[in-house]
């Protein structure tokens, strides 16, 4: 597996409550990547890094931030947590070369009551 | 933007038997298409990936065939063995930097 963790790697947070989700590697790959994962939808992007202090939305973005101080870092940040929320999210990381060839982190799951 | 759709959402096959999975894709200026394998409670792991310029790529058991004409392309493994057994996501990118995924397919090979 690629130089990649995350954590935690599971929480239970309540409805209204800020959460920050981490990704962390060690590869020193240009792009970083968040997505959940729900029955039924695959794997969706919320926001995606293509380098330091720069980021971009990808499909379900809304109620979400994302930070990126470090190349090794990238940050997810549910502002005010909402049961629909509740899921299982990906880091990926990929080196930006003309194909996009991404790997995963290992999963952190939230449960939001 | 980008859309892919991904066929079946479930199948079961024999130990031994072939098992293919197709994924349609909508935007012709995609030109990497990745399949990834997630068994149950791990992290989905890159298995072959194909690029428009080449219409099949084999892998061992594994093989991926494109069509870019019509904007299709699928996985086929041969021989299953019960470790087959996992979700398989397609996936479809139109930049160097986004991948769009299918919704996945659960192969269940049963022995």
């Known amino acids: 597996d690629a130089g990649i963790t995350q954590s935690p790697r599971h929480k239970v947070t309540e409805t209204g409550t800020p959460v920050t989700l981490r990704c962390h590697q060690t590869?020193?790959?240009?792009?970083m990547y968040w997505y959940r994962q729900d029955p039924g939808h695959g794997l969706r992007l919320i926001h995606y890094s293509y380098g330091v202090k720069d980021t971009d939305k990808g499909e379900v973005s809304d109620g979400y931030s994302v930070s990126r101080s470090k190349t090794e870092d990238f940050l997810l940040t549910l502002e005010s947590a909402t049961s629909s929320q509740t899921s299982v999210y990906f880091c990926?990381?990929?080196?930006?070369?003309?194909?996009?060839?991404?790997?995963f982190g290992p999963g952190t799951r939230l449960t939001v009551t | 933007g980008e859309n892919v759709e991904q066929h079946p959402s479930t199948l079961s096959v024999q130990e031994g038997d072939s098992a293919v999975i197709k994924c349609t894709y909508s935007d012709s200026a995609s030109n990497y298409f990745p399949w990834y394998k997630q068994e149950l409670g791990k992290r989905p792991q890159l298995i072959i990936d194909?690029?428009?310029?080449?219409g099949e790529k084999k892998d061992q058991r594994i093989a991926v065939t494109l069509n870019k004409t019509a904007k299709h392309f699928s996985l086929h493994i041969t021989e299953t063995q019960p470790e087959d057994s996992a979700v398989y996501f397609c996936?479809?990118?139109?930049?160097?930097?986004?991948?769009?995924f299918g919704a996945g397919t659960i192969l269940r090979v049963k022995s």
């Open positions: 194909i690029r428009s310029n080449v």
């Open positions: 590869e020193n790959h240009r792009y």
């Open positions: 990926a990381i990929s080196d930006g070369t003309s194909f996009n060839e991404q790997y």
């Open positions: 996936a479809a990118s139109i930049r160097a930097n986004k991948l769009v």
